[in-house]
C-alpha cells in the first residue's frame, strides 16, 4: 500500500514538474509557436488600440463590428472567383482583397442608408452587417457546394485561429499595426480634431471626409488582417475594450492612445500566454476576458472617471455641504436668539456665540435625529462646534468666523438673486442653498462689487426673507428679517 | 423544383422566426437600439450554457429563461456602464456584448462533456433540418417541435406588443412623457429586452444567432420607411418578414442555379431577401423612398417651369408688337432652365393643350391663356400686396411673388385682391388681369 502511495506520490509529482516545465516553456517564450502567437496578438492590439481610440472619440465604437462581417460576402466571393479562374481559391491576397472590397460595399450602404434615408445610424449598422453576413453565409453555401476547390478552412475567417497563428500571420498584422502607428502619427493633429470637432475642422477647410476615409481604411485593414489570424469577436472586442478603458486613465489624446494601445497590447500578451498555459480553451475568448477585466478595473480605480475617484469626489462634496449647512443653521439660530433677547440686528462674527439647543437646530433642515446627531459629532471633530450644556451647542470661535462666511456668501446671492435676477424673496433662499457651496473668492468679490450697499458691505448682511423655521426664536418683526435687499 | 411537406415546413418556420423577430424589432429600430438586437444575441451564450449545466437538459423553458436573464442583463450591464463610467452608450455595448460571448465560448469549451451546443449550429442555424425534428400530431397534421416553438415564441409576442401596446409606444416615442403618464419606462425597456433575448434563442436553431439581428431589424425598418403609423407598420413589419421568408427559400433554391451552382442557405437567402426588401423600399417607398423623392422634385421642378413659361407667353402677348418669338433659347434665358428642363417644360405644355408651336415660336391656346391669366393675375396682386402691407419697394418684389404665385389657390386670389382693393395696376404699373 505504501509502495502505491508513493507511486500516486511520484506521479503527482512528476505531473505537476511537467504542468511547471510547461508554464515555464510558455512564460519564457522558449516556443516557436507561441511566440509568434504573442508577438501577433501584441501587435493586433496596438493597431486596434489605436485606431479604436479614435473611433470610440468619433462615436463609431461598433462600426468595427459592421464593418468585420461585411467582409463575408467578399472572402466568399473571392473564393469562387479564383477557383473559378483555375487559381488556388485560398491564395490569402485575393481573400484579404475580397473582404476589403465587400466591406467597402457595406461601409458605402451604411453611408447611403444614413445620409439618403430617415433610418438613423443604428439601423444602417444592423442592417449592413446582417444583411452582409446573410449574403456571407449564402455565398459560403454555395462555396461549400462547389465540386471544385477545397472550401474548408474558410470558416477560420469567422472563428480564427489565434492558437495556430503562422509566422506569415504575424508578419502581415506587424505590417498593419506598423501602418496604423505611422499614420495615427503623421495625421495626429487632423485626427485629433476631425475627433472633437467636426464642424471646426469643416469650416477651417480640412478634408473631413477624406480623413474620416483615412480612419475607416485603418479600421479595414485592422479588421480584415486580424479576422483570418484571431477571429471576427476578437477584432471587434479589441476595437473597442482598450480604449474603452483607456479613457478612464487620462483626459490626453496623446496618452490615451499610448494608453490604449498598452492595454491592447497586455490583453494580447496576457491572454495569448494564458491560452497557452490552458490549451483547450479558445485563446480569441481568453484575451477579450483578459481585456474586459482591465476594462473593469479600469472602470472602477481610473483616476479620470473611474467609479472610485468620482464616488470619493461626491462624498467630499456631500461632506462640505453638510459641514456648511450646519454652520448656516447655527448661525441662523444664534442670530434669531440675539435678535429675540436684545432686539439688535445680526450677532458680530465671534462674538459672543449663545447655545443652541439640539431641537432648534432639528426644525433648521428636513435631518433626521440620527443625522443630526452624527453630524454635529462630525462638528466637533472638525472643531467647529462645542456642545455648551445638556443637548446644546454653540460654534467655536473657529465655526463661527467659517459660519459667517458662508451664511454671508448665502445671503449675497440671494441679494443678487433678488435684485439682479428678479426672484421673489420667498423663493430665493432654496437656489440660493444649492449655490452657496460653490462660490469662490472672485465671485464673492464680483458679488459684493454689484452689492455695493450699506447691506453687503456689514459682516454678514441681514437675511432679505423671513427665516420661519422656529416660531420660538423667530419673533415677528425683528430687524433681522425686515426687507433688505442691496 | 418540386415543392415538399419539407419546404412546407421549411417556410412555416422561416415566416414564424422573421415574424417574432420583426414584431419586437420595431421597437428596437424606434428606440435606435438596434444595435441591441447585436449584443443581446451574441451575449446569450453565456445564459444559455449556465442554463444547460444547471439542469442538464437541452429542454425550452430553461434555455428561454437563461437566454432572457442574460438578455436582461447585458441591458443593464450597457446602462450602468455607461452611467457609471460616462462610456459612450454603443461603446458600453460594444465592451459588454464581445466579453459576455467570450465568456460564453470559455464556458461550452469548459463544460464541452455537458454542453452539446455547436458555435457553428448557434452561429448559422439549420433551418434546412426542420423537416427532420420529431414531430406531434396537432389537429391531424404531423408538426415538427421546431415549428410548434417557434408557433408559440411568435404568440408570446404577440400577445406581449397587443397588450402593451399603448406603453410601449408612449415609452419608445417619448420615455419622460411615459415616467409622467405613471408608465414605467425602464421596465418596458427590459421586458423588451428580455424578450428579444428568448426570441433570439428560439430562432437561433432556426436562422443562426447574426441572422436573427437580419430578422429583427430589417422588415420593421423597410416597414418604417413606407408608413408613419406604428400600428400600420407592425403589420407591414410582419408581412415583409413572412415575405422575406418565402423568398429567401425560393432565392436558395433558385439563385444559385443561375450560376450553375447547387443550392444554398436558407437562413443566409433569408437574410438576402429582407435586405432587397429593405432595398426596395429605401428606393421607392412612397413618401420616404429616394426615387420617389427624387420624383417628386423633378415633378415639382417641371410644374413650376410650366407655370412660370405660361406666364412669360402671356407678358410677351402684352408686348406690343413685334413681339419676339418664344423658342427654347428664348425660354431658357428668361426663366434660367437647363435645357432638358426647358424642352421637357415646352413638351409638356404642348401635350396638355395649352401651348402650340407657331411657326416662329411657341403661342398659347385659349385653354393655356386661361391658365396664364391666373398666374399673371396671382403674381401681380402678391406684388400689390407685398408693396401695401409689407412696405418692400416696388423693385424688390418681383422674385418674391415669382414664388408666391405658385402656391396661390383661387381663393387666396379673392382674399388678396379683396385686401388690394381690387387694383387695376400692379405696383410696376402693369394691368393687371381680371379673374375670369
Redesign the interface.
Known amino acids: 500500500m505504501s509502495c502505491g502511495a508513493d507511486r500516486a506520490g511520484l506521479l503527482l509529482t512528476a505531473a505537476v514538474a511537467d504542468h511547471l516545465s510547461q508554464a515555464l516553456r510558455v512564460l519564457t517564450l522558449r516556443d516557436y509557436n507561441t511566440r509568434v502567437v504573442v508577438v501577433g496578438t501584441i501587435l493586433l492590439g496596438v493597431a486596434a488600440g489605436l485606431i479604436g481610440t479614435f473611433m ?1 472619440l468619433r ?4 462600426m468595427g ?1 459592421t464593418i468585420s ?1 461585411a467582409t463575408l460576402p467578399g472572402i466568399g466571393i473571392a473564393f469562387i472567383v479564383m477557383t473559378a479562374l483555375g487559381g488556388d481559391g485560398k491564395s490569402l491576397p485575393g481573400l484579404l482583397l475580397g473582404a476589403v472590397l465587400s466591406s467597402a460595399a457595406g461601409i458605402g450602404c451604411m453611408l ?2 444614413r445620409h ?8 444602417a ?3 449592413v ?3 452582409f ?10 462555396v461549400q ?2 465540386s471544385r476547390g477545397n472550401a474548408a478552412g474558410l ?1 477560420s475567417f ?2 480564427g485561429k489565434t492558437a495556430s497563428m503562422l509566422a506569415r500571420d504575424a508578419a502581415m498584422i506587424a505590417v498593419a499595426a506598423g501602418l496604423v502607428a505611422l499614420v495615427c502619427g503623421l495625421l495626429f493633429k487632423e485626427f485629433a480634431l476631425v475627433c472633437f470637432d467636426q464642424e471646426f475642422a469643416a469650416a477651417g477647410g480640412w478634408p473631413v471626409l477624406a480623413l474620416d476615409a483615412v480612419m475607416v481604411g485603418l479600421v479595414v485593414a485592422v479588421t480584415v488582417i486580424g479576422l483570418q489570424a484571431v477571429g471576427l ?1 476578437l477584432v ?2 479589441l476595437l ?2 482598450p ?2 478603458a483607456a ?2 486613465w487620462t483626459d490626453r489624446l496623446s496618452r490615451m492612445l499610448l494608453a490604449a494601445a498598452a492595454i491592447g497590447a497586455i490583453s494580447g500578451l496576457a491572454g495569448a500566454m494564458l491560452s497557452a498555459l490552458l490549451p ?3 485563446a ?3 484575451i ?2 483578459v ?2 477585466a482591465i ?1 473593469s478595473v479600469s ?1 472602477v480605480i ?1 483616476p479620470r ?3 472610485f475617484v468620482r464616488l470619493r469626489e461626491h462624498l467630499r462634496l456631500r461632506r462640505t455641504v453638510a459641514r456648511q449647512h450646519l454652520l448656516r443653521a447655527m448661525y441662523e439660530r444664534v442670530e434669531a436668539i440675539t435678535a429675540a433677547r436684545v432686539g439688535t440686528a445680526a450677532p458680530t462674527a465671534g462674538g459672543d456665540a449663545a447655545a443652541v439647543p439640539r431641537s432648534a437646530l432639528l426644525k433648521a433642515r428636513s435631518w433626521s435625529q440620527g443625522y443630526l446627531q452624527r453630524l454635529l459629532r462630525r462638528g466637533q471633530r472638525w472643531g467647529l462646534v462645542e456642545p455648551a450644556g445638556p443637548d446644546s451647542y454653540r460654534l467655536t470661535p473657529a465655526g463661527a468666523v467659517e459660519a459667517a462666511r458662508v451664511s454671508r456668501n448665502h445671503r449675497l446671492w440671494e441679494m443678487y438673486l433678488i435684485t439682479h435676477a428678479d426672484v421673489a424673496p420667498s423663493h430665493v433662499d432654496r437656489d440660493a442653498d444649492q449655490i452657496e457651496h460653490v462660490l469662490g473668492h472672485e465671485m464673492v468679490a464680483q458679488l459684493e462689487a454689484l452689492m455695493a450697499s450699506e447691506a453687503s458691505r456689514a459682516a454678514v448682511p441681514p437675511s432679505p426673507h423671513a427665516i420661519e423655521r422656529d416660531s420660538n426664536t423667530a419673533a415677528p418683526g425683528s430687524s433681522a428679517r425686515g426687507s433688505a435687499s442691496g | 423544383m418540386t415543392w415538399t411537406t419539407a419546404d412546407t415546413w421549411i417556410v412555416v418556420a422561416g415566416a414564424l422566426t422573421a415574424a417574432s423577430c420583426a414584431l419586437l424589432g420595431n421597437y428596437l429600430v424606434l428606440r435606435r437600439m438596434s444595435m441591441m438586437g447585436d449584443a443581446i444575441s451574441h451575449a446569450v451564450l453565456p445564459g444559455l450554457a449556465v442554463a444547460f449545466v444547471l439542469t442538464g437538459s437541452r429542454a425550452n423553458l430553461p434555455m428561454f429563461v437563461g437566454a432572457a436573464v442574460v438578455g436582461v442583463l447585458t441591458a443593464m450591464l450597457t446602462q450602468s456602464i455607461h452611467s457609471l463610467g460616462q462610456v459612450e452608450q454603443s461603446a458600453s455595448m460594444g465592451v459588454v456584448f464581445t466579453l459576455l460571448f467570450a465568456v460564453g465560448l470559455v464556458l461550452m469549451e469548459l463544460w464541452a462533456r455537458h454542453v452539446d451546443l455547436d458555435p457553428g449550429c448557434v452561429l448559422f442555424g439549420a433551418i434546412e433540418l426542420v423537416a427532420l425534428d420529431t414531430t406531434v400530431r396537432l389537429a391531424g397534421l404531423d408538426v415538427p417541435w421546431a415549428v410548434v416553438t417557434l408557433a408559440g415564441m411568435f404568440a408570446v409576442n404577440t400577445a406581449f406588443v397587443l397588450l402593451f401596446y399603448k406603453e410601449l409606444k408612449i415609452s419608445s416615442f417619448d420615455p419622460k412623457l411615459s415616467t409622467t403618464l405613471g408608465i414605467n419606462a425602464n421596465l418596458m425597456h427590459y421586458l423588451l429586452m428580455g424578450l428579444v433575448a428568448a426570441t433570439s434563442v428560439a430562432c437561433f436553431p432556426i436562422v443562426g444567432s447574426i441572422l436573427v439581428i437580419a430578422m429583427l431589424i430589417v422588415p420593421p425598418a423597410a416597414a418604417h420607411l413606407l408608413t408613419d403609423r406604428l400600428s400600420t407598420m407592425i403589420v407591414l413589419s410582419v408581412a415583409l418578414a413572412g415575405a422575406s421568408a418565402v423568398l429567401g427559400h425560393l432565392g436558395a433554391v433558385t439563385v444559385p442555379g443561375w450560376f450553375g451552382f447547387r443550392d444554398t442557405s436558407i437562413a443566409g437567402m433569408m437574410a438576402v431577401a429582407a435586405g432587397a426588401i429593405l432595398t426596395i423600399a429605401i428606393l421607392f417607398a412612397p413618401r420616404h423612398g429616394i426615387v420617389s423623392r427624387a420624383l417628386h422634385r423633378v415633378r415639382l421642378t417641371l410644374q413650376v417651369a410650366q407655370e412660370d413659361a405660361l406666364g412669360l407667353l402671356y407678358r410677351v402677348e402684352e408686348m406690343p408688337s413685334p413681339r419676339p418669338p418664344v423658342a427654347v433659347p428664348a425660354l431658357r434665358q428668361a426663366l434660367a432652365l437647363g435645357p432638358l428642363t426647358a424642352r421637357a417644360t415646352l413638351a409638356g405644355l404642348v401635350r396638355s393643350g395649352k401651348v402650340e408651336w407657331g411657326g416662329q415660336g411657341y403661342r398659347l391656346t385659349e385653354r393655356g391663356r386661361d391658365d396664364a391669366r391666373r398666374m399673371v393675375r396671382a403674381h401681380r396682386l402678391w406684388e400689390s400686396y407685398l408693396v401695401q402691407f409689407m412696405g418692400l419697394p416696388p423693385d424688390h418684389v418681383h422674385s418674391a411673388a415669382m414664388r408666391l404665385e405658385h402656391v396661390t389657390d383661387p381663393a387666396m386670389q379673392r382674399q388678396l385682391a379683396d385686401r388690394t382693393e381690387q387694383p387695376q395696376r400692379d405696383p410696376h404699373g402693369m394691368s393687371i388681369p381680371p379673374a375670369d
Do not use: N, Q
Request: aromatic share 6%; charged share 15%.
Open positions: 470610440l462615436k463609431r465604437a461598433l463590428d462581417h447611403a442608408i439618403g434615408t430617415r433610418l438613423k445610424d443604428d439601423v449598422l444592423g442592417a452587417l446582417s444583411v453576413f446573410g449574403l456571407g453565409v449564402a455565398v459560403l453555401g454555395i457546394s462547389m470558416e469567422i472563428y469577436i471587434v472586442a473597442i475594450i480604449p474603452a479613457r478612464f483547450h480553451l479558445p480569441g475568448a481568453i477579450v476576458i481585456a474586459g476594462f472602470l481610473g472617471r473611474g467609479v
